[in-house]
């Protein structure tokens, strides 16, 4: 604030983000940046701060709801406030895309809206190094996530995207344990933020209808909770990777031997994805994120209406009913 307020830069601060960015606080920044005239926002901070400001830059530039606009009406938003991001709290690689996922609270509904995109973002390590540890790990699993969730999706067969998908998933696990072993490593920290950022900025995406049904369903979960998004995922992933079992076996399969090294000798296909889940299993254990949603202070109150409430995704291998995302909520507790 003192650098631009030195080079004569008229300067408003929009504070107060919270960690899941409610569809409220999207219009209380918009009515700031127009009550104040802004014509450029730099978001500083994570994941949360950059999505809300995406929305943000494109409320403030019409008198029409967003919310409304993209869900009722099916549009899009065309102006925008032109934006740069510094990236403070990685993991979400949100600072790469247009979409943002903002939780409007009247209507229990946490869900992705298109705003703008950032002319630049600045992934500087040296920015991250004070994030706690809790953090960096529930971020860092958001990554590996988001990289599952491309790559299991359609086509099934494997294309270059997926390839590079797989490195981009062995880097993030070996550098999650290297940063739990050394938190001032930052040759592995960078390593991570570097990740974040190919895990969504369209790279890996390419040919692919992603999967994002494991993304859907917490973010109905955080809805209802506010809880932890990395967490969230952390519990609900093995759950509803054995409920797609047998169908996705093929792909689990792969996984298992391309990110989780583990030998296809003497194994059925089968075996191998559930060798694929085990091991995720496993690793979740190992790097200190929970295994069910007693864990993370949640109880089974809503679990219905969180499974009702969740969108489906169409590249997911498998059509899950609401009665099947109400099982692996249930399993979870």
Not at 24 to 36: P, T, Y
Not at 142 to 165: A, F, K, Q, V, Y
Request: net charge negative.
């Amino acid at each position: 604030m003192s650098v631009l307020k030195e080079a004569g830069k008229n300067v408003t601060e929009f504070s107060g983000i919270m960690s899941n960015p409610t569809y409220e606080k999207v219009q209380e920044g918009a009515k700031l940046a127009r009550e104040n005239g802004i014509n450029f926002i730099l978001a500083v901070g994570g994941g949360s701060v950059i999505d809300c400001c995406k929305i943000v830059s494109a409320q403030a530039k019409t008198d029409e709801d967003i919310w409304d606009l993209e869900y009722a009406k099916g549009g899009q938003p065309k102006e925008f406030i032109t934006m740069g991001a510094v990236v403070t709290a990685f993991g979400t690689g949100a600072e790469m895309n247009n979409g943002a996922v903002i939780t409007n609270v009247e209507k229990k509904q946490k869900s992705p809206l298109w705003g703008a995109f950032y002319d630049f973002a600045v992934l500087d390590v040296g920015y991250t190094m004070t994030m706690p540890m809790k953090q960096v790990i529930s971020g860092s699993f958001d990554t590996l996530s988001h990289c599952m969730e491309t790559c299991l999706g359609s086509p099934r067969e494997t294309n270059l995207s997926d390839e590079i998908n797989e490195a981009v998933m062995r880097n993030v696990i070996k550098n999650i344990r290297a940063t739990l072993q050394n938190p001032d490593d930052r040759f592995a920290r960078s390593e991570l933020v570097w990740a974040a950022a190919m895990a969504e900025n369209g790279i890996l995406k390419l040919g692919k209808v992603t999967d994002f049904q494991c993304h859907m369903l917490e973010h109905q979960l955080g809805a209802y909770t506010d809880c932890n998004h990395g967490q969230g995922l952390a519990v609900l992933h093995p759950v509803l990777y054995r409920h797609m079992m047998p169908e996705a076996n093929k792909q689990f399969a792969r996984l298992a031997v391309e990110v989780w090294g583990i030998t296809a000798d003497g194994k059925t296909e089968a075996e191998l994805a559930e060798c694929f889940i085990t091991a995720l299993s496993d690793f979740i254990k190992e790097i200190g994120l929970p295994a069910t949603l007693t864990e993370m202070g949640v109880d089974g109150t809503d679990l219905e209406a969180i499974a009702k409430s969740t969108i489906r995704t169409g590249g997911c291998v498998k059509k899950l009913t609401d009665e099947e995302l109400l099982a692996v909520l249930k399993e979870c507790v």
